[in-house]
Structures are given as C-alpha cells and as structure tokens.
C-alpha cells in the first residue's frame, strides 16, 4: 500500500483501527476499536505520522531518495511505539541487550522479530543519541560531528556522513544525526 493511500485509512477509518489491523496489529486495532482510537489521541498521532511521509514526496525528496526513504521506513518500523515502550526503560536502567531480548521473548513468545537484536541496539542508539544532542543543546554547543565506529562495517549511508558536522540546532535522527538504519552503530561528538 503507498502512503497516500494509508494516510486517507487512517484519516477516514483509524478511529476503528483499520489501520492497524491492515499493520497485522489485531490487538491494537481491537483496542482501538473499542476505545475510538485511544479515545481519539492515539488515531490523531496516527495520522499525523501517516501524514509526514506523504508531504514528503510531494515536496520532492532530495538526492538519493530512494535511499533516504528507506531510512525513514526503518526508522517507522523499529519505533514501533509498542517496542520502543517496551525496550527504552529497560535500556535506560543498563540491562544488556541479551537480557533485554531474553524479557521480550518471553513475553511476547509469538513474536517473529529475527532481527530483534538489532532492533533493541537501534532503540539505544537512538536514545542515546538523541540524549546526547539534548546536552549539547543544553551546554550551548553549536555543532557536533558524527564519528564511526573502527570497526562498524560502513555502509553507503554513513560513509556519506563520516565526520560531517552539523549545527546541533537541525539535528535530525536519520536525517543528519545517527543512528541512520537499522545496524548502526555511528554516534556523535561536540565539535569544538
Ligand atoms: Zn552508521
């Protein structure tokens, strides 16, 4: 299903969760069902989301788009708000990653995540990322640079941003500020 489509689902149906249950989300459509979309917050976060990617190729993506879009869609899919809710607070009490996968399959047994792991470290990079930024916002800092990890295999979307610096104000995760895609393991210094 392409965007535009999704977002006029959402916009017309979501209050019954008929995009959720188009996501195979059957307990969340159901409970958007019968709560009318989180009592109509959760369908206007909804749209709102499912607005953005459309507003986006109407604009005219940028250069390499087809690339930049497949960011976003990971980014979209691995903040399941579901996951993340799940995931962060464990993330922000230190629990490894193991622990972490070991919690969630025992209570979600069904799910067929293969590439959970992976998912929970895009979860903590994000989160630690988007703390960093957050001070460095705070402390005054006017740019950061993203730096690579030695040993992170690069891919074509991080070797283009490989020690680039940015103004700490436009920081964007998947934009311009990692993680940049699922597996990711670049971060962000204060450019002094
Ligand atoms: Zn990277």
């Known amino acids: 299903m392409n965007d535009k489509a999704y977002f006029i689902i959402t916009l017309l149906f979501g209050w019954c969760g008929a995009h959720k249950f188009i996501q195979k989300k059957y307990g969340m459509g159901l409970l958007y069902l019968v709560t009318f ?31 930049h879009d497949n960011i976003v869609d990971q980014l979209c899919l691995s903040l399941d708000p579901e996951f993340v809710s ?19 399959r025992s209570s979600f047994p069904d799910s067929e ?12 990079s994000y989160y630690s990322n988007s703390t960093e930024i957050a ?22 979307i991080c070797k283009r941003f490989k020690g680039r610096t940015f103004p700490v104000s436009s920081a964007r995760i998947g934009y311009n500020c990692p993680p ?3 597996g990711c393991r670049c971060t962000t210094v204060i450019e002094e």
């Open 37 to 67: 979309g989180l009592f109509g917050l959760g369908w206007a976060a909804d749209c709102f989301r499912a607005l953005l990617p459309v507003l986006r190729h109407k604009n005219g993506a940028p250069a390499a788009s087809a690339q």
């Open 86 to 104: 799940f995931v962060l607070p464990m993330i922000k009490a230190g629990l490894s990653w193991n622990r972490i996968e070991q919690a969630y």
């Open 113 to 124: 995540c293969e590439d959970l792991a992976l998912r929970i470290q895009y979860v903590e």
């Open 135 to 156: 001070s460095l916002k705070e402390c005054g800092a006017s740019k950061y640079r993203i730096i690579s990890m030695p040993d992170h295999e690069l891919c074509d």
């Open 180 to 182: 940049f895609h699922l």
